[in-house]
């Protein structure tokens, strides 16, 4: 089972400051089936980034991705108020499992 | 629009069994995987499984398997997804969610079940 490790487990940033949020897997994500998802409390997660560097539909372009093998980043660019949320990192290339998440919250 | 709406929450005691749905309408049923994902109060996502909606062949992680039941009703576009042996842990919010090629791209809005004597 491929693990994922996501650093850090909470991120304290003010609006208009840059996140920058870590993956890593435990073996190389084949064809960087990779995707990142937020939550924010009470509701469903939202699937952001796919294929890790594709935006989902209606994702804002200061959300990006990159990485490849077993190295991911979900970067955002400037953050609004509604970015303070869980991310989840999520590998589908071989069976299926998420990070633990990271916890981004207003400074 | 793609939908998936689940079925109300549950309270059930240690040993029992339940069974959630997740009704999807929006797009052709048959042509997606549906997952499901569980969330324990204040942790994080796990993945229960996943049902082909056309064929009804399933796949569970390890750690579920023989507990863990994913069926489907073609007519009615609804999945569903039995969990026996309960026990304090599994007490969670299920999510039923649309996959395209992996991705899981649409998500119902969950499922608490909460056991407890």
């Known amino acids: 089972e491929i693990v994922l490790t996501q650093s850090p487990g909470t991120l304290s940033l003010s609006p208009g400051e840059r996140a920058t949020l870590f993956c890593r897997a435990s073996?190389?994500?084949?064809?960087?089936?990779l995707a990142w998802y937020q939550q924010k409390p009470g509701q469903a997660p939202r699937l952001l980034i796919y294929?890790?560097?594709s935006r989902a539909t209606g994702i804002p372009d200061r959300i990006s991705g990159s990485g490849s093998g077993t190295d991911f980043t979900l970067t955002i660019s400037r953050l609004e108020p509604e970015d303070f949320a869980v991310y989840y990192c999520?590998?589908?290339?071989?069976?299926?499992?998420f990070g633990q998440g990271t916890k981004l919250e207003i400074k | 629009q793609v939908q998936l709406v689940q079925s109300g929450a549950e309270v059930v005691k240690p040993g029992a069994s339940v069974k959630v749905s997740c009704k999807a309408s929006g797009y052709t049923f048959t042509s997606y995987f549906m997952h499901w994902v569980r969330q324990a109060p204040g942790q994080g996502l796990e993945w229960v499984g996943i049902i082909n909606p056309n064929s009804g062949s399933t796949s569970y992680p390890q750690n579920f398997q023989g507990r863990v039941t994913m069926t489907r009703d073609t007519p009615t576009s609804t999945v569903y997804l039995e969990v026996s042996s309960l026990r304090s842990e599994d007490t969670a919010v299920y999510y039923c969610a649309k996959a395209i090629h992996g991705r899981l791209d649409y998500w119902g809005q969950g499922t608490l079940v909460t056991v407890s004597s």
């Open positions: 999520q590998q589908y290339g071989s069976s299926y499992t």
């Open positions: 294929g890790a560097s």
């Open positions: 073996q190389s994500v084949s064809s960087s089936d």
